[in-house]
Structure formats: C-alpha cells, structure tokens
C-alpha cells in the first residue's frame, strides 16, 4: 500500500499541472477543467488501489482524462454570468495584462474549436502537453502512424481555414 501511494504522489506532483492544462484546452473553461483533473486521479487512486497494474501512469491519466472530457462535451452546455466570473471574468478588474493573456488564451481556443474533437485532441496532446506522436498514440489506443495522419489533417485544416501559412511551432 505504501508503493501505492508513494506512486499516486508521484504521478500527481508530476503530472497535475498538465492534465489540468490538457482538460482546459479541450474544454475552455477552468472550473470544469479542475474539476475534470480532479475526477482523473480520483479514478486513478481507485486503479491503482485495486493493485491493478499500470505500465505508464502518464498515458493512463491522459487515457481517462480524455474519456472524461469526451463524457462531458456529451453533457448540455450552458453559459451565465457567474460562470464567467468563475473563469475569472471580473467587470471591475482592470489589468491590462491579465486580459491580453485571456484574450490570447480565448483566440488559441477559438481556432481549436474549429477542429473536430478527433483532431482538436491529437492538436492539444501534441501542441500544448508536448507529446510525441508514439505518446499520442499510446494515450489513444492507436497506431503512431494513424495519429500522425490525423495530426498533419489537422494542421492542413487550420491553414485552410486561415487562408495563411501556419508555422506548427505557434500552434
């Protein structure tokens, strides 16, 4: 029990920040992406304390946080203004940097939502969490060269969409 545990701290120091960025790139709204990273190693500590084995605790993360996330987007959406102001939305703040950042991060998820979830998926885990397309495909249960057919679509779909060349490293 004290390798368990000692491994589900291990893989939450290491790994909680980017399962966090991960879930709010797919869905654009922080307290859902908490929420989300939270439910991930939740359901990790329930795996991992059924001594059932993991091989790589960094693709299973992913693995469930990408469930979660395709759970979700299922689920109705809805939109106030307490839910803005839970993404951090204040009328009386005023710094400039804060909102340059927001409307920085707003534009980088608008082009994103443009994509299907499919490629918006291999995008995120390529562009954003830094992965290679052998982890890509380790998180998704596919092949390497499946996941690099969807990733180069992907790109060809932004430039398409943007009638301009995308460099791959602002993405």
Known sequence: MVEQNDTFIKAYDDFSDAIFRHCYFRVGNRELARDLMQETFTRTWTHISAEKPLQNIRAFLYRVATNLIIDES???????????????????????????????????????????????????????????????????????NAVSVRLHRAIQKLREQSNEPTHTTLL
């Open 74 to 144: 299922r689920k109705k959406k809805t939109s106030s203004l307490d839910g803005l102001r839970e993404q951090g939305f204040d009328p009386g703040e005023d710094t400039r940097e804060k909102l340059t950042a927001s409307v920085d991060a707003k534009i980088v998820l608008r082009v994103l939502e443009t994509l299907s979830p499919e490629y918006r998926a291999v995008v995120t885990m390529r562009y954003v969490d830094d992965f290679s397309p052998k982890e890509i495909a380790e998180v998704l249960g596919e092949s390497e």
